[in-house]
């Protein structure tokens, strides 16, 4: 299978927000969420809390890129100059022209402030019009509302739980919701709408 052609200086951008590739050096730029809000990754199957597990999470990042397994990105928010979390593409298929978007997390501050919007709208417009995929999958605990709520409001379908699919963090077991874009939900109905809630 073919990687992406991708170099390191690709990224995404609108007027709000820069995604590009995140990389070893970005320590920097996500210690202060990672030492002082570990709540972000209450739900992850991952842990970036504390510099060691930071650190770690940026590598696991950096290598499956390596790997062509996954595109991780740094998120820069334009409109308060600084770095405000990370995301990335991954499980990307190209035999069968689908990826998922997850791993997505944001500073405290910049919850609510319409920036996740922003970056899911070039993530998924990226992914069917650029990478030509023809599905988007994204998937949450079922315990975290919120996340769920966020990839609903992106016009995604419920497609269902996958029963003690995976360890949380603290050891417990976690049911894993399952939600889906398709290609011509994205151009016909789920683009334009989001568009209207960002740039309206």
Known sequence: MQPFLINENFQLEDSRVLLRLLNES???HLLPYSLNEPENW?????????EHNLKRYISSAVQAFKDNQAIPFIIFDKQSGLYA???RYYQINRNHNRLAIGYSWIGNTFK???LNRHVKYLMLEHAFESLSMQ??????DALNQQSIQSIL???ATQEGV???HANRLDGSRRDTVVFSILKQEWLEHDKPLLFEKIYS
């Not at 209450?42 to 504390?50: K, M, R, S, Y």
């Not at 599905?135 to 949450?140: D, I, K, Q």
Request: glycine letters at 16%; hydrophobic letters at 40%; aromatic letters at 6%.
């Open 42 to 50: 209450q739900f992850g199957l991952e842990n970036a809390a504390g």
């Open 153 to 155: 409001a992106l016009g």
């Open 112 to 114: 609510k402030t319409g």
């Open 26 to 28: 970005d320590v920097e």
């Open 135 to 140: 599905r988007v999958e994204f998937m949450a």
């Open 85 to 87: 979390g990370s995301t």
């Open 162 to 164: 996958l029963r003690n």
